[in-house]
């Protein structure tokens, strides 16, 4: 018998982050939530606002998490939907019915003494200031290929060398969580094999400097090595949902 994970009720508070960790998991793709007319309206006006706030956002497809479900003792069925990326800006609209959890990867990338690479997001990109792990939304694949685990570890691995310069065959993450939070969005998060402090630093700056000479804002302006969930509470600004969760239970063996 199967069990449905209700997703997080949104909030403007304090968010409750789940922490999962299944021996498997499955993508099945559903039809997209439907959309009534009055909240794409609100919507789209939504998104218009959001882009003047901010020109860098971009309305590309996207993956939704659309349902979360316990189908055995160690393995969960991911439901997903392709949308369009201006459906989050639901979010902004007080009331909304049709609002969308997403589907994200990210990487968990050790230094070699131990210490754990987040980075702040910069401010052409959604969630500027933000301090989290390397990682993004997932994109659904072209017609008739699947989104599964390999390709979310393809993601997974784009992800990491786009935002911090470093480069990981797919092949050589690992899957270690699902993190539930802020809009029930569900995110699978993967460990990568640890790297000299130096060279993180390294690949960085480079990333840096090639944007930076096109005229061009990195996806993290900045990163740091925490070795302690104490010191990532003390990096100034907001942080994503999951970082304090997730350095928690990683520095606690």
């Known amino acids: 018998m199967t069990e449905d994970l209700k997703p997080a009720a949104a909030t403007t508070g304090p968010v409750d982050v789940e922490l999962l960790e299944p021996a498997g998991i499955r993508l099945v793709e559903t039809p997209a939530p439907p959309l009534p007319e009055p909240e794409r309206a609100a919507m789209d ?4 606002q959001a882009v003047r706030a901010n020109p860098g956002l971009f309305d590309g497809p996207v993956v939704a998490c659309t349902g979360l479900v316990r189908d055995s003792p160690d393995t969960l069925v991911v439901h997903w939907a392709r949308i369009g990326y ?4 639901l979010r902004l609209v007080p009331g909304a019915t049709a609002r969308a959890s997403s589907l994200y990867v990210a990487v968990v990338q050790p230094a070699d003494d131990g210490r754990i ?3 702040r997001m910069a401010g052409p990109t959604a969630r500027p200031g933000r301090w989290g792990l390397p990682g993004g939304c ?3 694949p072209p017609p008739g290929e699947p989104l599964d685990p390999p390709a979310l570890r393809r993601y997974a691995a784009r992800e990491l060398v786009e935002e911090t310069g470093v480069f990981t065959p797919p092949e050589r993450l690992t899957r ?3 993190v539930r939070g802020e809009h ?4 699978v998060l993967h460990l990568a094999p640890p790297r000299p402090a130096r060279e993180l630093a390294e690949r960085h700056a480079e990333l840096c400097a090639a944007h930076r000479s096109l005229g061009a804002e990195p996806e993290f302006d900045r990163i740091a090595l925490i070795g302690s969930p104490a010191e990532a509470a003390a990096l100034p600004g907001p942080h994503a949902d999951h970082l304090g969760p997730v350095l928690r239970r990683l520095f606690a063996g």
Not at 86 to 89: H, I, P, W
Not at 184 to 187: K, P
Request: hydrophobic residues 50%; aromatic residues 14%; proline residues 5%.
């Open 45 to 48: 006006r939504a998104w218009r």
């Open 86 to 89: 201006r459906r989050f800006a």
């Open 117 to 119: 690479l987040v980075g």
């Open 138 to 140: 997932v994109e659904p």
């Open 176 to 178: 270690w969580l699902l």
């Open 184 to 187: 029930g969005s569900v995110g």
